[in-house]
């Protein structure tokens, strides 16, 4: 029997507001912008169907609130197997600043040719794809035959649909969805996974400024 798994990216963080400079935000805590707290305030208007009783979430606070904002009152299930790829040693710097500081490292990931590439003290791409696939295999164990919330972050669900697609773990850049947006996979009983649907905006037009607005007022 085939399980259906919505894999819902967390809402904009503050992390993407620098526009060249972000950070490297795995692991560590980043607070939600207001365009991010904009999209909450939308995606509580959102249906996103029948679904079942359960949302499984990553444990990172950004990725709980997006699952709190599109449960509709169902109990979350905190997964730390959801997480974002660890940074390790890097983790909450800004990107021109690991650029700067291990340009050989910085080289080797923008190649996106060695799956085993990790940051000093963090995970490779290749354990963290088997990471999340597992997760979500485990999930639809547990729900075969039903519809089920996953909030997480871009990384995995770029290793997903990247696994799907026949791409290497190291092509990180890759299948990256939108803040809040859906992407729709299919896992079989065998843990075969398709993707149905990718990058589906479910919060279209949300814009920072109208954060700036619900906050003021």
Not at 41 to 63: C, F, K, M, N
Not at 132 to 142: D, E, H, K, Q, S
Not at 145 to 163: D, M, N, P, S, Y
Not at 164 to 189: F, I, Q
Request: charged share 25%; hydrophobic share 40%.
């Amino acid at each position: 029997m085939t399980t259906t798994l919505l894999l819902l990216r967390h809402a904009h963080t503050e992390a993407n507001e620098h526009g060249s400079t972000p950070r490297m935000a795995g692991w560590c805590d980043i607070p939600l912008s207001d365009r991010g707290e904009a999209q909450l305030d939308a995606l509580r208007r959102v249906s996103l169907g029948e679904l079942a009783p359960l949302i499984y979430s990553s444990t990172a606070p950004r990725a709980t609130r997006t699952a709190a904002a599109a449960g509709r009152g169902r109990r979350i299930v905190p997964l730390r197997s959801l997480r974002e790829i660890s940074c390790g040693e890097v983790e909450g710097w800004l990107v021109t600043d690991v650029a700067r500081r291990h340009p050989d490292l910085w080289r080797r990931n923008l190649a996106q040719d060695d799956p085993d590439f990790g940051w000093p003290g963090g995970e490779s791409y290749r354990k963290f794809r088997q990471r999340v696939l597992r997760a979500l295999r485990g999930i639809a164990a547990r729900h075969c035959g039903e519809r089920v919330l996953v909030t997480t972050h871009a990384g995995a669900i770029a290793q997903v649909v990247g696994h799907a697609k026949g791409v290497s773990a190291a092509r990180w850049e890759c299948y990256r969805p939108a803040n809040c947006s859906v992407t729709t996979v299919e896992c079989d009983e065998d843990g075969t996974i398709r993707v149905l649907d990718f990058d589906r905006r479910i919060v279209p037009g949300v814009t920072a400024a109208a954060g700036a607005r619900r906050r003021a007022g």
